[in-house]
C-alpha cells in the first residue's frame, strides 16, 4: 500500500490523523534534523498498521515534510 505523509516534527505530542484515503497527517516530537523524526515516523507507522518496522520504507521525500510511503 502507498500512502501519502505530511509530518509535523517537533511537535508536543504524537498524533496521526486520517484525511481519507490514503493521506495522513502525522505530528511527531523528534527533530527533523539528525533524522529522529523519520525514525518515530516509521516506528508510529509501524504500531498503527501493525506491521513490521522493516516493511515500511520512505519512497520519496525524505529530507522534507511531505513523503510517500510504502507499507507492506
Known amino acids: 500500500m502507498i500512502i501519502n505523509v505530511r509530518v509535523i516534527p ?4 504524537q498524533k496521526i490523523e486520517n484525511f481519507g484515503g490514503n493521506r495522513f497527517l502525522i505530528k511527531v516530537t523528534g527533530e527533523a534534523d539528525k533524522n529522529e523524526a523519520n525514525i518515530e515516523l516509521i516506528n508510529m507507522l509501524s504500531k498503527y498498521f501493525t506491521t ?8 520519496a ?6 513523503k510517500i510511503i510504502e507499507v507492506g
Open 10 to 13: 517537533n511537535s508536543s505530542q
Open 61 to 66: 521525500g525524505l529530507t522534507g515534510r511531505d
Open 52 to 59: 513490521p518496522v522493516h516493511k515500511i520504507k520512505i519512497k
